[in-house]
Antibody
Framework: DVQLVESGGGLVKPGGSLRLSCAAS????????LNWVRRAPGKGLEWVSS????????YYADSVKGRFTMSRDNADNSLYLQMNSLRSDDTAVYYC?????????????WGQGTLVTVSS | EIVLTQSPDFQSVTPGEKVTITCRAS??????LHWYQQKANQSPKLLIR???QSISGVPSRFSGGGSGTDFTLTINGLEAEDAAAYFC?????????FGPGTKVEIK
């Protein structure tokens, strides 16, 4: 089965750091652009970051630029999101998602999500 | 940044009725507009890509249309299992953006 599984969420104090992971299986990981999307409580979906197949091109939402770093390990079929200087408004369920095909496309496979709570 | 607006915010619908959700982009995005369904406590699910392309496994009652700045998602013959939030998403340029969502409730 094609699958993405996130991990690494939890409770962290404002100003703290957290590293999310996303493990992929069932498809050729290195052939797909990947993304992080979050949904804060009571809010809609928010795109966070995208990375190209080889990791050379990475894009961020203004709300996380300079604080979050997205990376991937194609040898290990893994995606990461390093989150620093966390704020209360970063509290959300974070999803990793795969592009449908090469190029800027819809997100066809989503993980189950991991909850990040930023609170003192 | 391309801003997406959706209408209505909320709709309460009787099973069997037709539902139309509109997504408007702040500038032309061609057909780089996609639709997702998210049920409570579940991950988003892709319904339609590039405005009108159907997705394998998605019921045929879901259809999409539009181009440029105005897009629609139509549910022909709403079923009880369609209670969810629906989001549009543009991938024409970064930053990618999502619409604020439309919540569909079953009467």
């Amino acid at each position: 089965d094609v699958q993405l599984v996130e991990s690494g969420g939890g409770l962290v104090k404002p100003g703290g750091s957290l590293r999310l992971s996303c493990a992929a299986s069932g498809f050729t990981f290195s052939h797909y652009n990947l993304n992080w999307v979050r949904r804060a409580p009571g809010k809609g979906l928010e795109w966070v970051s995208s990375i190209s197949t080889d990791g050379r091109y990475i894009y961020y939402a203004d709300s996380v630029k300079g604080r979050f770093t997205m990376s991937r390990d194609n040898a290990d079929n893994s995606l990461y999101l390093q989150m620093n200087s966390l704020r209360s408004d970063d509290t959300a369920v974070y999803y990793c998602a795969r592009d449908f095909s090469y190029g800027a496309d819809a997100f066809d496979i989503w993980g189950q999500g991991t909850l990040v709570t930023v609170s003192s | 940044e391309i801003v997406l607006t959706q209408s209505p915010d909320f709709q309460s619908v009787t099973p069997g009725e037709k539902v139309t959700i509109t997504c408007r982009a702040s500038q032309s995005i061609g057909t780089s507009l996609h639709w997702y369904q998210q049920k409570a406590n579940q991950s988003p699910k892709l319904l339609i890509r590039f405005a009108s392309q159907s997705i394998s496994g998605v019921p045929s009652r879901f259809s999409g249309g539009g181009s440029g700045t105005d897009f629609t998602l139509t549910i022909n013959g709403l079923e009880a299992e369609d209670a969810a939030a629906y989001f549009c998403h543009q991938s024409t340029r970064f930053p990618f953006t999502f619409g604020p969502g439309t919540k569909v409730e079953i009467k």
